[in-house]
């Protein structure tokens, strides 16, 4: 089973029994042929389609794709993601930071951010130096800077909290 929502509008079920493909619990008949590099020849009710698939994000199950010049955003949940969807545990913890703590003593030698900044996860927040190396620390998921509790130079301990976020 998977469900596939399109340009956060549409939304299809499609699953496969006895190898045919089920679309909302109807058969689907087609017939598609790769032609590689991410494009693809579709057939369907003797209407002929070209697609490709423009980005593609696996981890989060996301695609753009392009069919017959128009272009779609796909969003795809296997049985799993809806199983936890209905237990009500779906990206609860997702890209969801609280706050960044100090991962050794050092000096704070920079700071990349100001409070009210929107960070995506991965970009650099501060700088910290220790045993004379720089260390850029990285914010470890999405959010909004809420507070910054130190000041370019000053000495930090081990798990001191250095930022917190909304």
């Known amino acids: 089973m998977l469900k596939v929502i399109i340009n956060e509008q549409q939304t299809f079920d499609i699953d496969t029994n006895q190898g045919e493909t089920l679309l909302n619990g109807q058969p689907f008949q087609w017939d598609l042929v790769a032609l590689g590099d991410g494009r693809f020849h579709i057939l369907q009710n003797d209407r002929s389609y070209n697609a490709e698939i423009v980005e593609a994000n696996y981890a989060e199950k996301s695609f753009k794709v392009k069919i017959n010049q128009s272009s779609y955003n796909l969003a795809a949940k296997d049985r799993f993601d809806l199983l936890l969807e209905k237990m009500g545990m779906a990206n609860t913890a997702k890209n969801k930071v609280n706050n960044i703590k100090a991962p050794m003593p050092g000096l704070i030698w920079d700071i990349?951010?100001?409070?009210?900044?929107?960070?995506?996860?991965?970009?650099?927040?501060?700088?910290?130096?220790?045993?004379?190396?720089?260390?850029?620390?990285?914010?470890?998921?999405?959010?909004?800077?809420?507070?910054?509790?130190?000041?370019?130079?000053?000495?930090?301990?081990?798990?001191?909290?250095?930022?917190?976020?909304?």
């Open 112 to 166: 990349k951010v100001q409070a009210g900044e929107v960070v995506k996860a991965g970009d650099v927040v501060l700088v910290l130096v220790a045993m004379k190396m720089e260390n850029a620390l990285k914010s470890p998921g999405d959010g909004v800077v809420k507070n910054i509790k130190v000041n370019q130079g000053d000495s930090v301990d081990k798990n001191q909290i250095l930022i917190e976020f909304e």
